[in-house]
């Protein structure tokens, strides 16, 4: 990574927070693949509990809700994006069984054996990959489910630019294989793997952003901390574009032995 853009831990959380806020999703995805990846789950009753862990402001767990029976927990650990999760279940006039709250993946309220399915789009990251796998476990009834989204290396080799820049920002990025192997070694069986295809960084991550960078300029005019971060993010765009076919987001699906 160049000299002039910095890694993504040295910027306020705050100051991300508010940026992400003004944007439907805070990660690549879509509403397709949300559907797509719920495809491979079975066996979801009114009954069921559900949890979408790093929820955000809610743009998949409200997909999810409107394709998946049973009672739906958000959790995020900032209170600005629970709010806007729960104006958002209202407006859908889902919030009878689609909640927000705020806490913490390391530090979940529930009992073992609770939960159907745990969901986690682009997020398990914040807890790590492996490690999230091993604790959630617990707290999936035998036979439950778990669907994450994850950044993954799709070669075994790649460019040193961007090789740096994924290891600075999460080092824990690994192949397909791996991260297979980690699920089956956590105590699942592999259900389901694929990639997210390309328009869900351009068309639904990266474009919506655009205007979401001049506005927050706008609003923080004269603040250098705010003008580094975005452009941080202009920089991970270029990146994308420049080296998509060695690295992407891959859903993966597990069962609970």
């Known amino acids: 990574m160049s000299n002039e853009n910095k890694s993504i831990h040295e910027f306020d959380v705050n100051l991300i927070c508010e940026?992400?806020?003004?944007?439907?999703?805070?990660?690549?995805?879509?509403?397709?693949?949300?559907?797509?990846?719920?495809?491979?789950?079975?066996?979801?009753?009114?009954?069921?509990?559900?949890?979408?862990?790093?929820?955000?402001?809610?743009?998949?767990t409200m997909v999810l809700a409107q394709h998946a029976p049973?009672?739906?927990?958000?959790?995020?650990?900032?209170?600005?994006?629970?709010?806007?999760?729960?104006?958002?279940?209202?407006?859908?006039?889902?919030?009878?069984?689609?909640?927000?709250?705020?806490?913490s993946m390391d530090d979940l309220p529930f009992q073992e054996e609770e939960l159907d399915l745990i969901w986690s789009e682009g997020a398990i990251y914040n807890i790590g990959f492996e490690r999230g796998l091993n604790e959630w476990?617990?707290?999936?009834?035998?036979?439950g489910y778990l669907a994450v989204s994850e950044a993954s290396w799709f070669t075994d080799e790649r460019p040193t630019e961007i090789d740096e820049f994924w290891?600075?920002?999460?080092?824990?990025?690994?192949?397909?294989?791996?991260?297979?192997?980690?699920?089956?070694?956590?105590?699942?069986v592999p259900v389901a793997t694929f990639i997210l295809p390309e328009n869900c960084w351009t068309e639904h991550f990266y474009r919506p952003q655009e205007t979401a960078h001049e506005?927050?300029?706008?609003?923080?005019?004269?603040?250098?901390?705010?003008e580094e971060f975005i452009a941080n993010q202009r920089h991970e765009v270029q990146l994308y574009y420049k080296y998509k076919d060695y690295y992407?987001?891959?859903f993966y699906i597990g069962k609970k032995l």
């Open 70 to 103: 049973g009672q739906i927990t958000g959790i995020d650990l900032f209170p600005g994006f629970v709010d806007l999760f729960n104006a958002n279940a209202r407006k859908l006039n889902l919030q009878n069984r689609v909640k927000g709250i705020v806490g």
């Open 167 to 188: 290891k600075d920002a999460y080092p824990e990025i690994d192949t397909i294989p791996r991260k297979v192997t980690q699920m089956q070694q956590a105590g699942y």
């Open 248 to 250: 992407g987001y891959v």
């Open 19 to 60: 940026y992400f806020a003004t944007v439907e999703r805070q990660g690549p995805g879509s509403p397709e693949i949300t559907m797509k990846a719920l495809s491979f789950v079975d066996n979801l009753t009114d009954e069921s509990r559900i949890v979408d862990l790093g929820c955000g402001t809610g743009g998949q």
């Open 137 to 143: 476990r617990q707290f999936l009834k035998k036979g």
């Open 215 to 226: 506005t927050f300029l706008t609003k923080n005019a004269g603040n250098k901390a705010a």
